[in-house]
């Protein structure tokens, strides 16, 4: 009988989003040996790797299979066969690739950025202090390694939520095998049991995330939270993301870092349903690191609510603002779908000038809704508004447009008050420390 391997392709059974069976060209990336039977990790090619799974040999066509093709070696100049020269933004040690952050003049930067003793996690529930840190965990597909693109958690309980992961995260190694890996929903802390979350329930004291409650509307609110003061709960709430974020660059410095969490009230507490966190100093105009809503709130509106928050904080700080890249396949469908709708109420609200057709610049657009000017134009291209006319561009709206516009904002519902925030701005610039 002819052994699978890792690296080897063949065609997998799966279904699709129809319930029907589709036979996709997929790749083995791992091999292990359950009750006597064996386990495929595959990874579909073209796909998301949200779909990688563990799977059968009865699903696997075999008489298709492809062997993994030979690489040659290539020696480099330190004579190490197929090793890279590092980057000078990170660097390697011990298999662990982790992103440098250059020193800046006037404030000085901890090596170890695991919190202190009073916030880091209960060594009596038995798990280490610190998050894992092997594996790379950079968004450059060159330095992705088996470890990386494999799920490592199969079940995480929050609150009244399991949750299935989509993307590795490095949680400590000892948890990887549980089948469920508990977390208390408010400090986020993760926990091997039942009992030693129920334990730590009779300990913990938080019902709403830490730091300043700066909105609050109905039942949903939001808390900012400082990386530097709230390290461990920053440092959870990341390792949390990562399961869902394939792009993800985990940062273990959460000191430059703001964290923007969204909760729902009920009388138990302050339930997280997703977050964003920016850079307290961005060059780039970033007013977003990561941004994600957690499965059980996704496609309620939600996603939306944060992106339109980030954007009520840049119009309280006098910026425009755009979030990091690369997005993500859902982030992207999120910003686009906003950047439409945000556009298109403020095309579809100009009134016409003594009988003449309205006139808007792109600057204006960009300054009344804090959208990055290439955002804009990037979403009027997408929108295929604008057209050459007579010399000059104009924006064309067909009724297509103005009657998927009014259907979108018809269905939503949520959105930010502007009244009910309550931020003031730091200049970031001028502190000797974050």
């Not at 400590?172 to 208390?184: D, G, H, N």
């Not at 009388?267 to 966190?277: L, R």
């Not at 609510?305 to 690369?326: A, C, R």
């Not at 859902?330 to 609200?349: D, F, N, P, V």
């Amino acid at each position: 009988m002819v052994e699978i391997v890792e690296g080897c392709r063949l065609p997998v059974l799966r279904k699709n989003q129809e319930n029907e069976d589709e036979w996709p060209l997929a790749e083995i990336l791992s091999v292990k040996e359950v009750s006597a039977r064996k386990l495929y990790y595959v990874h579909y090619i073209d796909f998301n790797k949200r779909l990688d799974e563990w799977v059968t040999s009865d699903r696997l066509d075999m008489k298709k299979l492809q062997f993994p093709k030979k690489e040659a070696k290539t020696p480099t100049k330190n004579g190490l066969p197929g090793s890279r020269p590092s980057s000078p933004e990170r660097e390697v040690q011990n298999g662990t690739a982790r992103r440098l952050i250059p020193s800046q003049p006037g404030r000085k930067r901890k090596a170890n950025c695991g919190g202190t003793d009073e916030d880091s996690q209960d060594s009596s529930d038995g798990i280490p202090s610190a998050p894992r840190m092997t594996g790379s965990l950079v968004s450059d597909r060159s330095h992705d390694d088996i470890v990386t693109r494999m799920k490592n958690i199969e079940c995480i309980e929050l609150g009244r939520h399991r949750l299935k992961p989509w993307y590795f995260s490095p949680y400590p190694q000892e948890l990887t095998a549980l089948p469920i890996l508990y977390l208390c929903e408010f400090c986020l802390k993760y926990l091997k049991s039942l009992k030693c979350l129920q334990r730590h329930l009779t300990k913990c004291n938080l019902r709403h995330p830490p730091g300043n409650e700066i909105y609050r509307k109905g039942t949903i609110s939001f808390f900012e939270i400082d990386g530097r003061k709230n390290k461990t709960y920053s440092q959870n709430l990341c390792l949390i993301a990562k399961c869902f974020l394939d792009h993800k660059t985990l940062y273990y410095d959460t000191d430059p870092f703001l964290f923007y969490v969204m909760t729902e009230y009920d009388p138990k507490g302050f339930h997280i349903v997703g977050y964003f966190s920016k850079e307290k100093e961005s060059t780039e105009d970033y007013n977003v690191a990561c941004i994600l809503t957690l499965p059980p709130y996704q496609r309620r509106g939600y996603g939306k609510l944060l992106i339109e928050f980030s954007y009520e904080l840049s119009k309280v700080e006098g910026k425009t603002g755009t979030p990091e890249k690369p997005l993500s396949d859902l982030g992207l469908l999120s910003y686009r779908s906003y950047w439409s709708q945000t556009i298109l109420e403020i095309l579809m609200g100009l009134k016409p000038d003594n009988g003449e057709r309205p006139q808007i610049t792109i600057n204006e657009i960009s300054e009344i809704t804090s959208v990055k000017k290439e955002d804009v134009i990037s979403t009027l291209q997408y929108l295929n508004l604008i057209n050459y006319y007579k010399g000059q561009y104009i924006l064309t709206l067909s009724e297509d447009i103005v009657d998927g516009h009014e259907r979108a904002m018809h269905k939503r519902h949520l959105r930010i008050d502007p009244k009910c925030l309550h931020f003031t701005p730091k200049d970031w610039s001028k502190r000797g420390k974050w």
